[in-house]
């Protein structure tokens, strides 16, 4: 694969995971998306608790659209990435054991962010050194 198609690939995989980050985050404050109708059970009763927390969803969701537009503009993206990681595994794991029937989105997430880990992997490097080279006195 030549370079060329691999930085399209790695900027269209930027701009897509930035997208879904940015709109799903901004739509909790705008409400632009419908929601879609309950399913019940153990998932509305976990996000029930974090809405009751008073602070999580806005914190969560306004990470989501800081970071989703740094992912869109292409500011500081290995470190947006970082950041997002858990955020996506979460969505995957959520949809995997609480809500099921979604579990593709949550798939289709994950592989973009791992894809553009792999594409980012260089600024990564330093971050597995057994052994700093700094000195602490």
Do not use: C
């Amino acid at each position: 694969m030549s370079t060329k198609i691999k930085s399209i690939s790695a900027i269209s995989a930027r701009i897509i995971l930035g997208l879904i980050y940015f709109v799903f985050g901004l739509n909790f404050f705008l409400h632009f998306i419908p929601t879609p109708p309950s399913s019940g059970g153990i998932a509305d009763a976990f996000t029930g608790g974090l809405f009751q927390s008073g602070y999580f969803f806005p914190m969560l969701k306004g990470i989501e659209v800081l970071l989703g537009a740094m992912l869109l503009i292409g500011l500081f993206v290995p470190l947006a990435l970082v950041i997002l990681m858990p955020i996506s595994i979460n969505i995957l794991l959520f949809h995997a054991f609480l809500s099921p029937g979604n579990t593709l989105m949550g798939i289709i997430i994950v592989l973009i962010h791992v894809y553009l880990a792999w594409a980012y992997r260089d600024y990564y490097k330093p971050l597995f050194n057994s052994r700093s080279s700094v000195s602490l006195k």
